[in-house]
C-alpha cells in the first residue's frame, strides 16, 4: 500500500523559503512523482513533478524559484521553494503514479494514482 504524508509547510514572509518534504512508502518510483497546490476557490495547479527516468517539469510561475528532488534511498521527494511570493498561498500536495508518462503529463493530476493528505503553505508579509 503506497503512502505520502507531507510536511514542512508553515507560514513565511515574502521573499522566504520553505522545502517541503514527502515521505513515501510502499511505492516503486515506477511513474512520476509530483507537488500539487490547491488554493481557496481555486482549481488544483501542478507545481513540479520529477519521472522515474529523470527529467523534471515545473509550471510556468514557479520555474526558477522551485526545485523538486527525489532521494529514493531516503524514501523521500523534496520541494525547495525559494524566493516565495503571496500567489504561492495553498495547500501542496505530493502525489505518485505507477504510470511511465511523458514528462509533460507528469503535471496532469488526473494520471495520479496516489496522494498525501497536504501541508499548508502561506505567504504573507
Known amino acids: 500500500q503506497v503512502q505520502l504524508v507531507e510536511s514542512g509547510g508553515g507560514a513565511v514572509q515574502p521573499g522566504g523559503s520553505l522545502r517541503l518534504s514527502c515521505a513515501v512508502s510502499?511505492?516503486?518510483?515506477?511513474?512520476?512523482m509530483a507537488w500539487f497546490r490547491q488554493a481557496p476557490g481555486n482549481e488544483r495547479e501542478g507545481v513540479a513533478a520529477?519521472?522515474?527516468?529523470?527529467?523534471?517539469t515545473y509550471t510556468d510561475s514557479v520555474k526558477g524559484r522551485f526545485t523538486i528532488s527525489k532521494d529514493t534511498a531516503k524514501n523521500r521527494v523534496y520541494l525547495q521553494m525559494n524566493s516565495l511570493k503571496p500567489e504561492d498561498t495553498a495547500m501542496y500536495f505530493c502525489?505518485?503514479?505507477?504510470?511511465?508518462?511523458?514528462?509533460?503529463?507528469?503535471?496532469?493530476?488526473?494520471?495520479?494514482?496516489?496522494w498525501g493528505q497536504g501541508t499548508q503553505v502561506t505567504v504573507s508579509s
Open positions: 520529477v519521472a522515474y527516468y529523470g527529467r523534471d
Open positions: 502525489a505518485a503514479t505507477e504510470s511511465g508518462l511523458g514528462i509533460t503529463a507528469c503535471l496532469d493530476d488526473h494520471r495520479y494514482d496516489y
Open positions: 510502499g511505492y516503486n518510483y515506477g511513474g512520476c
